[in-house]
């Protein structure tokens, strides 16, 4: 059974920094594409980073070079290390896993990690 299981959300002063951890249990993580969702109070869902198997990243403009997408495979973990944050950053971010990055939204999910950034 695969399992994601995200941590590390929390409340932040803009301009701090968090790092969302998110655990795989069930596959070998480093083997499938993975990314980091989130969604935010009446806001459509946006993929923020993504990972492929090969560890090519591609990130969301409102996030580029304030978030960095990496992997652990010693520890089958995926993490977003989160800087610069905005109170525009406030939402609860998922994880996911799927063969290819085009099929995350329905691949495996985690339960998500609320992530509350104050002005």
């Known amino acids: 059974q695969v399992q994601l299981v995200e941590s590390g959300g929390g409340l932040v002063q803009a301009g701090g920094s968090l790092r969302l951890s998110c655990a795989v249990s069930?596959?070998?993580?480093?083997?499938?594409?993975m990314g980091w969702y989130r969604q935010a109070p009446e806001k459509q869902r946006e993929l923020v980073a993504s990972?492929?198997?090969?560890?090519?990243?591609v990130y969301a403009d409102s996030v580029k070079g304030r978030f960095t997408i990496s992997r652990d495979n010693s520890k089958n973990t995926l993490y977003l290390q989160m800087n610069s944050l905005k109170p525009e950053d406030t939402a609860v971010y998922y994880c996911?896993?799927?063969?290819?990055?085009?099929?995350?939204?329905?691949?495996?999910w985690g339960q998500g990690t609320q992530v509350t950034v104050s002005s």
């Open positions: 996911a896993q799927a063969y290819t990055i085009a099929t995350l939204q329905r691949g495996y």
């Open positions: 069930g596959r070998i993580a480093s083997a499938y594409a």
């Open positions: 990972i492929t198997s090969g560890g090519s990243t």
